[in-house]
């Protein structure tokens, strides 16, 4: 117990004496994992919108107005025999136009230019495999009462890139400043234990060991990396509230992610915080004292 009251004691007023740096570290900690956590929010919601999207991929097959009842049929037949495909679903005018309603029913501008007439009735393909698209196209080409072939996948295609840009550049961010942060945490420590230089030096003296003198700096830099963690995290689950989660609110389709996913990212957050804290106090304190 004397011990631990030692460690805490130390911890503390190191802490204190030393209150801009460790605003600093933490900060710093704070702002790398909440951009590396940005980052596999970002990548988790690109995920799940790709599931969504290639799990529900439909190829538009849009027919002419002139086509017949046997047309019709037949091409239906056609995609139903065919193995890439999973589903059909035949969609009329009507319905097609009730669809065009519902989604744009907060643009009236748009909704008021258009009749039923305008929107062609078409054949909903849903596919085993999405990237069989050309396949099917393929068979589907040169065929009689056919308008158009269209495959859904293209409209995304630009945001996916663009998702994974960002990603790819916060998790750069991310690393960049968490390397920053190590730095920064690593000088506090530095300066913390060059103060105490007598103080220290007295200790080896009296026997205390290396790891004694050391352990109150590696728990002052675990500190500084939990509280920048946790800054971190709670910053992260207000921005899926407020951002991801208003998505929602306009685009019913758009996958939310769960709250029990989010809650995985905790421990790894918090263990790269804590981690790299540990590692820069560690390596400050052997490169810079010899204790």
């Known amino acids: 117990m004397r011990r631990l009251s030692y460690y805490f004691n130390e911890t503390v007023n190191s802490l204190r004496r030393q209150g801009l740096m460790v605003f600093a570290a933490v900060s710093t900690v704070f702002i790398s994992l909440f951009l590396f956590g940005g980052a596999l929010l970002i990548g988790k ?10 799990e529900k991929v439909q190829v538009a097959v849009f027919l002419q107005d002139t086509i017949s009842d046997g047309d019709r049929s037949r091409l239906q037949t056609m995609l139903q025999d065919m193995p890439e495909v999973d589903s059909v679903r035949y969609e009329s005018k009507q319905e097609a136009y009730r669809r065009f309603l519902q989604i744009f029913k907060g643009e009236p501008a748009i909704t008021n230019n258009v009749t039923a007439d305008a929107i062609p009735a078409s054949f909903q393909v849903k596919l085993r495999d999405p990237s069989k698209f050309d396949v099917v196209a393929a068979r589907l ?22 998702a994974r840009i960002l990603r790819l550049g916060a998790f750069i961010a991310g690393i960049v400043v968490l390397a920053a942060a190590a730095t920064l945490i690593g000088n506090t420590v530095r300066m913390g234990v060059f103060a105490r230089r007598k103080e220290i030096g007295i200790m080896r003296l009296v026997g205390a060991t290396n790891w004694f003198i050391r352990i109150p700096f590696l728990i002052e830099g675990a500190i500084e990396g939990l509280v920048g963690s946790a800054a971190a995290i709670i910053t992260l689950f207000i921005l899926r509230r407020l951002f991801f989660n208003s ?25 790269i915080g804590v981690a790299v804290s540990l590692l820069a106090s560690f390596v400050a304190m052997r490169r810079f004292l010899e204790v």
């Not at 080409?141 to 663009?162: C, H, M, T, W, Y």
């Not at 998505?247 to 263990?271: A, K």
């Open 247 to 271: 998505f929602h609110n306009y685009i019913l389709f758009w996958p939310v992610i769960p709250t029990s996913e989010v809650v995985l990212y905790v421990p790894i957050l918090c263990g």
């Open 141 to 162: 080409s040169g065929q009689p009462g056919i308008e158009s072939i269209r495959d859904n996948r293209d409209i995304l295609s630009k945001f996916f890139a663009v």
């Open 45 to 54: 919601e690109v995920n799940l919108i790709l599931d969504y999207t290639t």
